[in-house]
């Protein structure tokens, strides 16, 4: 196991029994900075733990968002008019944005980007298993506007509260175009709603087939979340993965009411007494399948990924040797400066 694969050791564990009173102090400061809700900056001492949490965290965000871009980018081509294809276009395009920034905020705890990408198409990290199902009609991409943004919406607007802070400026970021995305997504579904009846049946269609697997995006159980009690602790996490899960719910309900599609749920229904809807229980059997690489299409999105990294090789060393060169001469330009000044 590596530094960044391994499991999250509990928060104050800087301070055990073998550790320095300059460590310990340094401990206390951080324990502090986080009792006070303010964040926690690159150069600031934190502990092994944090640092491994927030680089496994944001190195599979940053994944989910670039192989995020695969199942909509399938219907770039087949858009069905101009203005679709532009929409989807600029929207495929933001989620490359967004897993930069990531790439870039885990890049200030000390990973690196190249060896992050390596980790994911090697299967040694993970990505949202939301992205390993099929888009299978034009419905799909609004159904994943609604859904999978709506779900990524509530799930990182208390991201904007984390404790690190380049990932919680990130998020600020991130979520307005989320927001943007949701709603072209629902836009669309709209649309089709007062189309044709196939065009109905196609919406509901997808929403059967999305429902869960959004749902499955949360995580898994709380009681079955082991990473969960340390990054609340650490308020790298703000929420548990079932709170989430359940403002997605309450939220979706009353749009699906007003699109005019069923939620695949028979389960479904409002708790007067809890304020909340009751839903029914996904197949956590299926999530743990799509998480260790056996759902419908992981192998395909990591032979696309992978093919992708290798093809843009040439990129990459032209970008270096570019740099390289604008670097070598700038110091040149100084050097001669200098002799001029002297
Ligand atoms: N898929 O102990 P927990 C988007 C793993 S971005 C795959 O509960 P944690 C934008 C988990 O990593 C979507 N793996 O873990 C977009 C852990 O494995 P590990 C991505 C999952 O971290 C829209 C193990 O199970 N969003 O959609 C999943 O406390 C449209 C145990 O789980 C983020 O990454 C899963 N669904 O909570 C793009 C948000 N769930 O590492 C294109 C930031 C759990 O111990 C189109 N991340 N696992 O081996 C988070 O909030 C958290 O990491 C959770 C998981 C909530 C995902």
């Not at 790439?103 to 040694?124: M, V």
């Not at 607007?157 to 998020?171: D, I, K, N, T």
């Not at 082991?226 to 749009?255: C, G, Y």
């Not at 056996?294 to 290798?310: L, T």
Request: glycine share 8%; charged share 25%; proline share 5%.
């Amino acid at each position: 196991m590596t530094a960044t694969d391994s499991a999250p050791s509990a928060p104050g564990d800087g301070s055990g029994s073998g550790s320095t009173s300059a460590e310990q102090e340094l401990q206390q400061g951080f324990d502090h900075t986080i009792a006070r809700d303010q964040r926690i900056e690159p150069r600031d001492w934190m502990p092994e733990g944090y640092r491994r949490t927030l680089i496994r965290q944001i190195a599979q965000h940053a994944h989910s968002e670039i192989i995020g871009m695969q199942p909509e980018g399938d219907w770039i081509t087949r858009a069905p008019s101009l203005r679709r294809k532009a929409i989807l276009f600029a929207k495929v395009q933001d989620e490359a944005g967004h897993g930069l920034y990531l790439y870039s905020a885990a890049e200030t705890l000390g990973a690196d980007r190249a060896d992050l990408t390596q980790r994911l198409i090697e299967g040694r990290q993970k990505y949202s298993s939301i992205f390993n199902y099929p888009t299978l009609t034009f419905a799909d991409v609004g159904v994943i506007g609604w859904f999978v943004d709506g779900a990524a919406i509530c799930n990182q607007v208390p991201l904007c509260r984390s404790s690190y802070g380049p990932y919680a400026r990130a998020m600020v970021r991130v979520c307005k175009e989320e927001s943007f995305h949701q709603r072209q997504g629902y836009e669309l579904l709209m649309t089709m709603m007062r189309g044709t009846a196939a065009q109905r049946e196609m919406v509901q269609d997808a929403v059967d087939r999305w429902w869960w697997p959004s749902l499955m995006m949360f995580g898994p159980p709380d009681g079955d979340s082991p990473n969960s009690a340390a990054s609340m602790a650490w308020k790298i996490k703000r929420h548990t993965n079932d709170e989430l899960r359940q403002k997605f719910v309450d939220m979706t309900v009353p749009q699906a009411e007003r699109l005019g599609v069923t939620l695949p749920d028979p389960a479904l229904r409002w708790n007067e007494e809890r304020g909340r809807h009751d839903f029914g229980t996904p197949d956590w059997t299926e999530l743990q399948r799509v998480i260790s690489g056996d759902g419908p299409c992981n192998s395909e999105r990591i032979a696309r990924r992978r093919a992708a990294h290798e093809e843009g090789a040439w990129v990459r060393e032209a970008a270096s040797a570019y740099a390289a060169k604008q670097a070598a001469r700038a110091a040149e330009a100084a050097v001669a400066a200098e002799g001029a000044a002297a």
